[in-house]
């Protein structure tokens, strides 16, 4: 099934948006009048309360609009990237945003001219400022990395610039890559999209055909590796270069700084994933054992330990996810059978559609879920995985005031990976078949290695990378490609033989260019939701109860404290190695009952 052929239910509807784009021309006339209103405050924020809180209500509504002005080309351009009226609603949109953030650089300084027990005392007298409470305090923390008005006003002239490299890697990998056609051991012939391209490696039993899907797969990204070497290069010293400016000691820290998170949980994910590879490796070996393989390559990754090659229609996935969500409450279930309505959920491929998998949510309307759905059970997954993200979203906006909705990326994926988690549960409880339990097993152990493993090597390629532009080193195809080299070997050890191909992975990263520091979330969150899942799951039902309780605490949070503290009080400290150690061990298990599974069909 294609997007062009599917029918209006399973695509978006972006009419709770917007109906059409005059109703968005209007929104950004509106913007400007209320950008207008701000400007009026200006040399005046401090003079009084009334002042400050006029500011926080008008920049607000800005935000709420601004967001959906955001979303409506964004959302539109993700389904048809060669719409080029699209595109341009969308640069418009952009260098708008772009010319306000200079017109309105003055306030953060200004308001930090007040002093900070003046606005405390304000705060505490009106009740009205108490949903800005937590972003006035924390501004007042981060005051040292603001520069005064006329160094903000220069600083915001140059941000289309710093996100053109995004932007050109947008075009280069989703507007104008072409795949090859390959033709298979059986005469068929394929054009080698990315959902073509799953659905060869994880089907075909032919080792030579997954080279030629994977081989054809790749080629785009490393016929232009200088490329995307240099756009990377040009993103990271953009990046540099603005972390600099406000006076962080590294683009690390500037990017844990605002959610307050130290460093250190950066750095230990990465030494404590790099120093505990035996199980990964052990899994490696096993796979090829089962397979029979000489010789065992990337593309062997994904194919199935057993024959049991079945398809999950889209209508059945949605029935597992529903009801493998039940533990949650009715409450929550409910929710999840609203999002899987017609109209929130675009679900298949389409040419000019981007190929990957997200919840984006729009304030006043609702969440967004892209997919490119192929049958598989991968994908089934992925399908709990977005909805997670989409409840989240739902939970924090109803529950807290705008100010305080938006969560941090840091306990963004722990929904995520939590329905996940709830969904392998239901499905292993209720399949007696060997085959499908070892599928359903290999799937936990292929989301584990993924969101934990994979992502922490990706957080250390992206920290090695980084480092290097910092310290006046050569960022190119060949630096790129050792450090990728050094990973995929500190990794998998001799486990999975290298091609031409396994070091220009940074290529395909979308987050590499666009996401800075993003992956590293994927671990920990992974590792949070993990922890929580087995606190929900076990011991006594009083505990568990809390356990819940908790954890749906989280989901209404929003952001209104520092992520670190919300996960506390959700019961996993992040800033410690157990919870990421508890995964090293949850793949053990995973591979031990992966083991007697095979061995009940006699595969070893």
């Known amino acids: 099934m294609t997007r062009d052929k599917a029918s209006s239910d399973l695509k978006w509807d972006l009419s709770a ?37 006029n500011v926080l209500k008008i920049n607000e509504e800005i935000s709420k609009i601004a967001e959906k002005l955001y979303c409506y080309p964004y959302l539109a351009r993700s389904v048809d990237s060669r719409n080029q009226e699209i595109n341009g609603h969308f640069q418009e949109i952009m260098a708008y945003f772009s010319g306000m953030g200079t017109k309105l650089s003055w306030i953060t300084p200004e308001m930090l001219e007040i002093p900070q027990q003046t606005t405390e005392k304000w705060m505490n007298d009106n009740p009205a400022f108490e949903p800005y409470r937590f972003s006035l305090t924390d501004m007042y923390r981060q005051q040292k990395h603001v520069l005064d008005k006329d160094k903000e006003k220069l600083l915001s002239y140059f941000s289309l610039i710093q996100g053109a490299p995004g932007n050109i890697y947008t075009e280069l990998a989703t507007s104008d890559i072409k795949f090859p056609d390959v033709t298979f051991s059986d005469g068929k012939t394929i054009n080698m999209t990315q959902s073509n391209y799953t659905n060869v490696v994880t089907y075909n039993k032919n080792q030579d055909d997954r080279r030629k899907a994977y081989e054809a797969y790749y080629s785009p990204y490393k016929n232009y590796e200088n490329t ?102 009715k409450e929550y279930q409910g929710k999840v059978a609203k999002a899987l309505e017609k109209g929130w959920i675009d679900v298949y491929e389409g040419q000019g559609k981007e190929s990957n998998a ?65 969904l392998l549960d239901y499905m292993l409880k209720n399949s007696k078949d060997h085959q499908e339990r070892i599928a359903l097993l290999n799937q936990a152990i292929t989301n584990l290695v993924g969101s934990f493993y994979r992502q922490s090597q ?30 995929n070997k500190t990794y998998n050890g001799n486990e999975v033989a290298p091609t031409e191909y396994s070091n220009n992975y940074w290529a395909m990263v979308m987050h590499f260019y666009q996401l800075k520091y993003y992956v590293y979330q994927y671990a920990t969150s992974f590792a949070a939701a993990s922890d929580i899942f087995q606190k929900i799951t076990s011991g006594s039902a009083k505990d568990r109860e809390k356990a819940l309780n908790n954890y749906l605490t989280l989901l209404k949070s929003g952001g209104n404290d520092y992520p670190i503290e919300q996960l506390k009080k959700a019961g996993v400290d992040m800033t410690q190695p157990e919870p990421l150690l508890s995964v090293v061990k949850r793949l053990d298990y995973l591979v031990t009952e992966l083991e007697k599974e095979l061995k009940a069909i006699g595969k070893i």
Not at 18 to 46: M, R
Not at 404 to 410: D, L, P, R
């Open 228 to 329: 995307y070497a240099a756009i990377l290069n040009s993103t990271y010293q953009g990046d540099w270069a603005g972390a600099q400016a406000r006076n962080y000691p590294s683009f690390l820290n500037s990017c844990l700084y605002a959610n307050d998170i130290p460093e250190s949980v950066y750095t230990t994910l990465i030494k404590t994933a790099k120093e505990n590879t035996e199980p990964l490796r052990r899994y490696l070996r096993l796979r090829k054992q089962v397979l029979g393989l000489q010789t065992y390559y990337p593309y062997d990754g994904s194919i199935s330990l057993t024959d049991f090659n079945k398809k999950y229609p889209y209508d059945e996935a949605r029935k597992l996810v529903l009801e493998a969500v039940a533990p949650l409450g």
């Open 358 to 422: 997200y919840s984006l949510n729009v304030y006043g309307a609702h969440p967004y879920i892209l997919l490119t759905y192929d049958q598989t059970m991968n994908y089934v997954f992925t399908l709990a995985h977005e909805l997670g993200h989409s409840m989240h979203s739902i939970y924090s906006s109803e529950n807290q005031p705008y100010s305080n909705h938006q969560y941090t990326s840091f306990v963004a994926e722990v929904a995520s990976n939590f329905n996940e988690e709830l």
């Open 458 to 487: 990706f957080a250390d390629f992206e920290y090695q990378a980084r480092t290097k532009v910092e310290n006046g080193e050569a960022v190119n195809a060949s630096t790129l490609k050792q450090i990728a080299d050094d990973l």
């Open 17 to 53: 948006i917007y109906p059409s784009w005059n109703e968005w021309k209007s929104d950004k006339d509106k913007v400007s009048e209320l950008t207008e209103k701000l400007i009026f405050y200006q040399g005046k924020i401090g003079q009084s309360s009334d002042n400050l809180l």
